[in-house]
């Protein structure tokens, strides 16, 4: 069963095999997040070519992989024949590799989702190959959504109180009673709702006040 995961980037290198427009996305993808990319590939796109990956042109029905694949944290296939995909993957899963194979969603080991930033959130979406466009486009749906909700009030009044929760209670348990609280104070999140920032951090400020005050009677 696959699990929704944010990995730092950065700390990936990256081997794509393919420099079609798939394998550029996915190369471009991972560059830009920070992580070491190697493209294997006899013909890259002019965009791969100037991206400033590492670039190795070989013919991938001729040359030994496995040099590659041991250096990399994650392959990724991205070519266009069935039979080459299916060899290439075979001998990454073989040697223990996480594979992202965009020629095979139901074997591939990791999805690359769709995804963008809405109100400090990062959301996405995958149909795990099924239905890429509607998968896409829910993107919309659910910024929109998120937009006209109170979501974008509540996260910028519970970034500021969990900033200063921080500097005043040092216990990572206790702080947690209060961000509960927030979520169940009735005051709070009708204050949120009706768009009331002010009004919100506020009384977030009252409620973490009280449970300052409380912790400090305790010791």
Known sequence: MRIPLWVEASRLK???FGGGSVGTRRAKLFHLAGARVRVVARDVSPELEA???EIRRADLWQYDPRQDIEWADLVV???NVSELAERLFKLAEGMGKLVNDATDASRTHVVVPYEREVAGL???VTS???AGTPARLSLDVI????????IPTFYEVYSVL???AKAWIPDAKQRLRFYQQLAEDGVFMSLVKSGDLEGALARGRELLAALYKELNRQT
């Open 51 to 53: 991206l400033g990956v």
């Open 128 to 130: 795990e190959g099924a």
């Open 14 to 16: 990256v081997l794509v």
């Open 143 to 150: 910024e929109e959504c998120i937009k006209r909700s109170w």
């Open 162 to 164: 969990k900033k200063e």
């Open 77 to 79: 296939i991205a070519v």
């Open 122 to 124: 990062r959301i996405a």
